[in-house]
T-cell receptor, first 110, second 115 residues
């Protein structure tokens, strides 16, 4: 079974709205990361949150981490059409490797 | 531009062909990775190299053969592939193989189609 699972699988919103994506994982972690992937391209790192942090901001991105619930959320505020992409969470499961989820496909309509 | 370049971007090959995928990173990183991305599946880690040494082979079939001649270059040699091997193959690198610093930088990928 996979370590990280994103929810929802797909999300469609209008420009200007906020988008929230959730990630649940199974085992203890040191870090959790969020990545973005435009269609047919490689993944781009967005933000890393450590297990002792509860919230982190980067521009229009806000990430929360709840280690007691083994879950994280990514909030994109004031979304733009250019935010259309797939978003993945990745956890280290206290190993040297990252384990990725299946992703949330976000569509932002102009 | 992430500093990780993959070539070719697209590849179509028959099941009896031999081809190679190339990855080059200009970031001074010491760890490099091959991933396979298939539709509706999580990203699958295939191989990990740390300072040119293979540290992980995630039960990958022998028809995939990696090569890491130095810390900047990574190859994936392909032979006698199957149609189910069609996927996007992604290369990534990280500064070190270290939990606290393990942010990975990805190339744009090679879209492989096996006929």
């Amino acid at each position: 079974s996979q370590q990280g699972e994103e929810d929802p699988q797909a999300l469609s919103i209008q420009e200007g709205e906020n988008a929230t994506m959730n990630c649940s994982y199974k085992t203890s972690i040191n870090n959790l990361q969020w990545y973005r992937q435009n269609s047919g391209r490689g993944l781009v790192h967005l933000i890393l949150i450590r297990s002792n942090e509860r919230e982190k901001h980067s521009g229009r991105l806000r990430v929360t981490l709840d280690t007691s619930k083994k879950s994280s959320s990514l909030l994109i505020t004031a979304s733009r059409a250019a935010d259309t992409a797939s978003y993945f969470c990745a956890t280290d499961a206290k190993t040297d490797k990252l384990i990725f989820g299946t992703g949330t496909r976000l569509q932002v309509f102009p | 531009e992430t500093g990780v370049t993959q070539t070719p971007r697209h590849l179509v090959m028959g099941m009896t062909n031999k081809k190679s995928l190339k990855c080059e990173q200009h970031l001074g990183h010491n760890a490099m990775y091959w991933y396979k991305q298939s539709a509706k599946k999580p990203l699958e880690l295939m191989f990990v190299y740390n300072f040119k040494e293979q540290t992980e082979n995630n039960s990958v079939p022998s028809r995939f053969s990696p090569e890491c001649p130095n810390s900047s270059h990574l190859f994936l040699h392909l032979h006698t592939l199957q149609p189910e091997d069609s996927a996007l193959y992604l290369c990534a690198s990280s500064q070190v193989l270290d939990l606290a610093k393990n942010i990975q930088y990805f190339g744009a990928g090679t879209r492989l189609s096996v006929l």
